[in-house]
C-alpha cells in the first residue's frame, strides 16, 4: 500500500523544523512519531467511566481554573454559537418596559435608575438575596435598628443620670451593681428559654418589662422631687441605681434573645447572605442614637429626660417590628434538622466546667487575658474620662448660692442644668465617634490589618495602643486627651482585638468553644469591669490621686498583656502547624508538659485536622471543623453594644 501524504503540507520553516523534531531517528517515514504529524486520529476513544473519588477530583481541578472557558472539541459544530452567545451583551433596547419607551421624559429616567439598582444590587448580594428575601431581612434588621439606637441613647444618658442624683463618684459601685444584676437576670431569661416558650413572646414579655421600666423612669426623671430638678447628690436616691442596672441589663438580655429568635429563623444559606444588612443596620442605629443625644441634650428644655423617654419608645417600636414580622412571616423553623430525628440538644455551658478547663489549660488562660484584661484599662479611662468632663463641665457652668444645687449645710454642690446638659451633650459625642470609628475600622480596616500584619502581630498592635494611650493620659491628663485615648480604646477594642480573639479558638476542642468561652463571655468580661471599678472607687475622691494611681495599674496591665499576646501567638502558631487541639484527651498529657511534648502527641495521634486560616472574607456562620449541629447552634457576630 502507498503512503498516503498530506496534500497541503505546511512549507514554513518553523513546520518543518517542527516535523524534523518528531521524525523518528532511524528515517524511517512509516514509524507512529512520524504519522503522528502528517495525520489525524479519526477515532474516538471512550474510556471506562470514572468513579466517584475521580469525578471529585476532576471536578476540584476544574474548579482550579473555572475562569477558563474549555476550548470547544472540533466536532462540536455549536461551540462557537454558544460562546458567541455567551459573550453577546444585554441589549439594553429591548429590556426596556413598554411604559418606559413610549413614556415621558421622566419615565426613561425613573427607568434608567431602576435598571442601575438591579444591576447594582445583583453585583453586591448576587443571586443569594433576592429581593424577597431582602425585604424579609429588612423586616427583621428593623427590630435590631431600633434596639441597638435605643440601647446606646440610653447608654449615653445613664453617667449623666447617675452624676446628677447619685455623684460622678459612685459610678463605680453602680457599674459593681449592674454585674450581680445581670448575673441574676441572665439565668431567668436562660430558664425562660428552655422551657419551651417560643422566642418571639419572650420578645413581647422583655420588650414590654424594659418598656415600662424606662418609661416609669423618664417620668420619674421630670418629677420635681425625685428627678432631676433636685440637684443635690445623694447615694439614697435610689432612681439612679435602677436606671443604671436597667440599662446594662437590657443589653444582655435584648440582644441575646433577638439572636436566638433569628437564628430558628434564618437557614445558614440564609444567614451568609443577610446577617451583614443586620449588623449594619444595627451598627447604624448605634451611631444615629448618640448623635441624636449630641444634637437636643440642650436644644430641648429637660432634654436628658425627653431622650430617656425616646429611648423607652425603641423599646415600644422593636416590638411593633418584630411584630410585623411574625404576622407576614411566620415563625417557621428553618434552621433545623431534617431526616425524621429531632436535632439533639446542645449540652449547656456548665459554670464549673468552664472553669476547670480554664484551670487546666494555659492557652485557655491566654485567651481570657486578651479577651477580658484590657476592660480593667478601660474602666480606669473611662471613669477618668467622666470625672474629668464633670468637673469641666461644673465648673463652665458654675452652681451659685442662689441656685437649688448649692448645698449651704455640707457644701456638697450638685450639677446645675447647664452643666448635666453639657455632660449629657458631650457622652453623646462620644458615643457617636466611638462607633463611627469602629464601623469604618470594621468596613475598611480589620481585614487589611490582619491579611498585612498577620495574626501574630495583629495581637500585639492592641495592648500595644494600650500602653501608649495609658502612658499619654498620664503624661497629659486633660479632658480632650483622655476622650481621645477612649475613642481609640473602644474603636480599635470593637474592630482588631474581638475578631483576632475569636481566632484563637480555632485550635481548641468544642468543650474550650462552648463552655469554656461562655464562662469568659459572661463571667470573666464582667468580672474584669468589676475589678476596675474597685480601683476607681479607691480613687475616686481626686481626679489628681485617680490619674496617678489608675495609670499605673493600666500600664501593668498593657504590659502583662503585650507579654501574653506575644505568648499566644507563638502558641496559636505551633497549634496550627502540629494539629494540636487544646482541650481534648492526649493521652493524659497535660499542656504544661511542654510545646514540643504537644505537638508530638498531636503528629501521632491527631489526623486530618485543618491548619488553615479563614480569609476574613470567608468567616461566615460556619466554620471549619464543626459538625452540623454546631453550626446550627453557633450564634454569628453581632452588633457591638
Same mark, same amino acid.
Given at each position: ?6 496534500? !497541503? ?61 474549555? &476550548? ?17 451583551? /444585554? ?77 460622678? /463618684? ?149 416590638? !411593633? ?140 498592635? !492592641? ?107 507563638? &502558641? ?18 497535660? /499542656? ?23 480569609? +476574613? +472574607?470567608?468567616?461566615?456562620? /460556619? ?19
Amino acid at each position: 500500500m502507498s503512503q498516503q501524504r498530506d496534500p !497541503f503540507p505546511m512549507s514554513s520553516p518553523e513546520a518543518e523544523a517542527l516535523a524534523a523534531s518528531v521524525e523518528d531517528p532511524s528515517g524511517d517515514s512509516s514509524s507512529s512519531a512520524a504519522k503522528s504529524w502528517h495525520g489525524m486520529a479519526t477515532t474516538t476513544a471512550v474510556g471506562a467511566p470514572l468513579s466517584s473519588k475521580q469525578v471529585g477530583e476532576k471536578e476540584a481541578s476544574e474548579g482550579l481554573v473555572r475562569d477558563k472557558k474549555p &476550548k470547544a472539541s472540533s466536532d462540536d459544530i455549536y461551540g462557537d454559537v454558544d460562546d458567541d452567545d455567551d459573550g453577546e451583551k /444585554e441589549d439594553d433596547f429591548l429590556d426596556r418596559p413598554l411604559w418606559e419607551l413610549h413614556g415621558s421624559t421622566w419615565d426613561r429616567i425613573v427607568g434608567a435608575l431602576q435598571r442601575g439598582f438591579y444591576k447594582l444590587y445583583r453585583r453586591v448580594y448576587g443571586d443569594d438575596l433576592p429581593m424577597s428575601e431582602m425585604l424579609r431581612t429588612l423586616c427583621m434588621a428593623s427590630t435590631l435598628f431600633f434596639m441597638i439606637g435605643g440601647y446606646w441613647t440610653l447608654r449615653s444618658l445613664k453617667d449623666a443620670v447617675v452624676m446628677t442624683l447619685n455623684g460622678v /463618684e459612685y459610678i463605680p459601685i453602680a457599674k459593681m451593681a449592674s454585674v450581680g444584676v445581670i448575673l441574676c437576670v441572665v439565668p431567668i431569661y436562660n430558664y425562660l428559654l428552655d422551657s419551651g416558650i417560643q422566642p418571639h413572646r419572650l420578645f413581647y414579655l422583655f420588650g414590654s418589662i424594659y418598656f415600662g421600666v424606662f418609661v416609669s423612669i423618664a417620668l420619674l426623671l421630670m418629677h420635681p422631687q425625685y428627678g432631676l430638678e433636685n440637684q443635690q447628690p445623694s447615694p439614697y436616691r435610689i432612681l439612679g441605681w435602677v436606671s443604671y442596672c436597667g440599662i446594662e441589663s437590657f443589653g444582655s438580655v435584648m440582644v441575646s434573645l433577638f439572636w436566638s429568635f433569628t437564628n430558628s429563623n434564618f437557614s445558614l444559606k440564609e444567614a451568609k447572605a443577610s446577617y451583614g444588612v443586620m449588623v449594619a443596620a444595627g451598627q447604624i442605629g448605634s451611631i444615629l442614637g448618640p448623635t441624636i443625644v449630641n444634637i437636643y441634650s440642650e436644644k430641648w428644655e429637660q432634654g436628658l429626660a425627653k431622650l430617656y423617654l425616646l429611648g423607652a419608645t425603641c423599646m415600644l417600636m422593636l416590638q !411593633f417590628t418584630m411584630y410585623m414580622y411574625v404576622s407576614i412571616y411566620g415563625t417557621a423553623e428553618r434552621n433545623v434538622a431534617t431526616g425524621g430525628e429531632a436535632p439533639k440538644k446542645k449540652e449547656s455551658a456548665g459554670v464549673l466546667e468552664g472553669v476547670y478547663l480554664f484551670i487546666q489549660h494555659n492557652y485557655v488562660k491566654g485567651i481570657f487575658a486578651i479577651s477580658c484584661l484590657f476592660m480593667v484599662e478601660v474602666t480606669i479611662i473611662d471613669f477618668t474620662m467622666k470625672v474629668l468632663a464633670r468637673n469641666h463641665f461644673a465648673e463652665e457652668h458654675p452652681c451659685e448660692p442662689s441656685m437649688a444645687c448649692y448645698d449651704h449645710e455640707f457644701g456638697n454642690h450638685g450639677m446645675t442644668e447647664d452643666a448635666t446638659a453639657a455632660v449629657t451633650k458631650f457622652l453623646g459625642l462620644f458615643g457617636q465617634a466611638t462607633n463611627g470609628l469602629s464601623f469604618v475600622m470594621s468596613l475598611l480596616g480589620t481585614s487589611a490589618v490582619i491579611r498585612y500584619l498577620g495574626l501574630r502581630l495583629t495581637l500585639l498592635l !492592641f495592648p500595644s495602643l494600650c500602653l501608649f494611650v495609658i502612658i499619654m493620659v498620664r503624661l497629659r491628663p486633660t479632658l480632650y486627651v483622655v476622650f481621645l485615648a477612649m475613642i481609640l480604646l473602644k474603636g480599635f477594642s470593637y474592630s482588631l482585638n474581638n475578631p483576632t480573639k475569636e481566632m484563637l479558638y480555632q485550635p481548641t476542642s468544642q468543650a474550650v468553644r462552648y463552655k469554656a468561652k461562655s464562662w469568659i463571655d459572661t463571667f470573666g468580661a464582667r468580672g474584669s469591669k468589676a475589678l476596675g471599678s474597685v480601683v476607681t472607687n479607691a480613687f475616686s475622691y481626686s481626679a489628681d490621686v485617680l490619674v496617678a494611681n489608675g495609670s499605673l495599674v493600666g500600664i501593668a496591665v498593657a504590659s502583662f498583656l503585650i507579654f501574653n499576646a506575644n505568648f499566644m501567638g507563638k &502558641k496559636f502558631d505551633e497549634y496550627m502547624e502540629s494539629g494540636y487541639i487544646v482541650g481534648e484527651d492526649n493521652s493524659g498529657v497535660a /499542656e504544661d508538659g511542654g510545646a514540643h511534648v504537644e505537638m508530638g502527641i498531636a503528629q501521632n495521634e491527631v489526623a486530618d485536622t485543618s491548619c488553615a486560616i479563614d480569609e +476574613d +472574607d470567608e468567616i461566615g456562620p /460556619e466554620e471549619e471543623g464543626q459538625s452540623d449541629e454546631e453550626k446550627e447552634s453557633k450564634s454569628p457576630a453581632v452588633a457591638r453594644v
